[in-house]
């Protein structure tokens, strides 16, 4: 069964880092690109960042410059650094993994940053 694992969320300070990861594990087609998003309580999903096959990145414009997504195809897993943490990156990160037909949700990790 395919299926995508997160780790790496906790508590941090703000101004702290955390490197959240996602393997993808069992039957997986192949994948074409794979992202983090995030939900704060209250709000709509939204895009954190996200890598293509090709290494292509894109950010939301509130995490440029502080988060790096990357991938590693060997081992099927995609990482967040994210550096300079400020409180409102609290949310539960949420992996997602697109393949040709269909897509692939984690079951999240919460991400706590204390003022």
């Known amino acids: 069964q395919a299926q995508l694992v997160e780790s790496g969320g906790g508590l941090v300070q703000a101004g702290g880092s955390l490197r959240l990861s996602c393997a993808a594990s069992?039957?997986?087609?192949?994948?074409?690109?794979m992202g983090w998003y995030r939900q704060a309580p209250g709000k709509q999903r939204e895009l954190v960042a996200a890598?293509?096959?090709?290494?292509?990145?894109n950010y939301a414009d509130s995490v440029a410059g502080r988060f790096t997504i990357s991938r590693d195809d060997a081992k099927n897993t995609v990482y967040l650094q994210m550096n300079s943490l400020k409180p409102e990156d609290s949310a539960v990160y949420y992996c997602?993994?697109?393949?040709?037909?269909?897509?692939?949700w984690g079951q999240g990790t919460q991400v706590t940053v204390s003022s």
């Open positions: 997602k993994a697109d393949t040709t037909w269909s897509y692939y």
């Open positions: 069992g039957a997986f087609p192949s994948i074409n690109a």
């Open positions: 890598i293509t096959s090709g290494g292509s990145t």
